[in-house]
């Protein structure tokens, strides 16, 4: 297969720099500082947004918590930052947990006796709880109790315990994993899209205020149009360019400067980093467009299998670089050209476009 461009062949990058959005504990305190606390200040998710005012409007009328909320969707798309904006409208404090931290069954126990009324609960990953925390979770979201079991053989007895009405809002990227009892219990299920262009300028924009960064309109644009749909990368990456304005430049982000940067951090115009042009280029150049399987992917980037499907794919299936087939992944027309392969006219009519 004939490569055209592009001497960087396909060897996979150990200690590559990620740009993807894993979010990091940097990430979690950066964010914390710049998250938007109310739906006038949030931008995007207009049609999350509609439905959940509504939402909040009757519960605050009818005096009653919000029903129990399910976010689902590719990281960094803000699921935890609208469920704060909704503790904040809704005038009631959240408590943040993951499912990993809830491992031994007191961890949540403790959490669900500590909640005040209309408190809201936010577990991330949610989709990885134990089978114990679900079982407590049950009664804990549909009659707002615990049961502990006390005693042993004969003797034992199921002690109901009230709890507050809180509202839980879980999070996960992936809402099929979840089980079937748990996802019924749960009144609002929703998606979070990935963002447009013009929204994660805004976004920028107004990240670049809070960080007291000044950045030109062409400037901004280049940057939303490189940051995957995710605001997390948007933000990531503004402080990164933002550095470099200040080292290279008098600090104001300009389009010029920003393509430089881009430069000097392998991200390409569509936003792709050097993992995920390793990704396609394993498909292409060791696997003649694919499809290959996910465990093999994972096992020639030194990554795992959650991760390459968690956080490298989401944007490159809906930018449409890769397909998913049941016999695995492969490389779509538009990959092959935006790397610079000539297609493989034998191949042609069997890859996605
Ligand atoms: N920062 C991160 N996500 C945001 C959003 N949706 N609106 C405003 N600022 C943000």
Redesign the pocket.
């Known amino acids: 297969m004939a490569i055209i461009s592009d001497g960087e062949k396909f060897k996979p990058q150990k200690d590559r720099e990620n740009i993807s959005c894993r979010q990091t504990e940097y990430d979690y305190s950066f964010e914390t500082n710049?998250?938007?606390r109310s739906f006038d200040?949030?931008?995007?998710?207009t049609k999350l947004k509609e439905t959940l005012k509504i939402s909040i409007e009757a519960a605050k009328k009818r005096n009653e918590p919000l029903d129990h909320m399910l976010f689902y969707g590719p990281p960094g798309l803000?699921k935890t930052?609208i469920s704060s904006v909704i503790a904040n409208e809704m005038g009631s404090k959240i408590k943040t947990t993951s499912a990993p931290a809830l491992e031994k069954p007191r961890d949540l126990i403790g959490i669900l006796m500590n909640l005040k009324n209309n408190d809201f609960l936010f577990i991330d990953e949610i989709h990885r709880l134990n089978k114990v925390a679900e079982e407590i979770l049950y009664p804990a979201m549909e009659d707002f109790s615990i049961d502990r079991t006390i005693g042993s053989g004969e003797k034992t007895k199921i002690l109901r315990i009230p709890i507050a009405r809180f509202t839980l809002i879980g999070a996960t990227t992936k809402a099929g994993s979840l089980s079937g009892p748990l996802r019924d219990r749960f009144g609002i299920i929703h998606k979070l899209e990935f963002y447009t262009n013009t929204e994660l300028k805004q976004?920028i924009k107004?990240?670049a205020v809070i960080l007291n960064a000044q950045i030109t309109e062409d400037g901004s644009e280049l940057v939303a149009s490189r940051s995957r749909g995710t605001?997390r990368i948007a933000?990531r990456l503004l402080k990164r360019i933002r550095d470099y304005a200040i080292v290279k430049s008098n600090g104001e982000i300009t389009k010029e400067i920003a393509q430089k940067a881009f430069k000097l951090l392998n991200i390409d115009e569509f936003g792709l980093d050097i993992a995920d042009r390793d990704l396609l280029k394993l498909l292409i150049e060791k696997h003649e467009g694919g499809p290959v399987g996910i465990e093999t992917i994972a096992a020639a980037l030194g990554e795992d299998t959650k991760t390459i499907e968690d956080v490298y794919e989401p944007y490159l299936l809906q930018a449409g670089f890769i397909s998913r087939t049941p016999r695995g992944r492969k490389a779509s027309a538009v990959a092959y050209k935006h790397l610079g392969y000539k297609l493989p006219s034998v191949q042609q009519n069997f890859l996605a476009d």
């Open positions: 710049i998250r938007p200040e949030y931008i995007g998710q803000g930052t976004i107004r990240t605001p933000n």
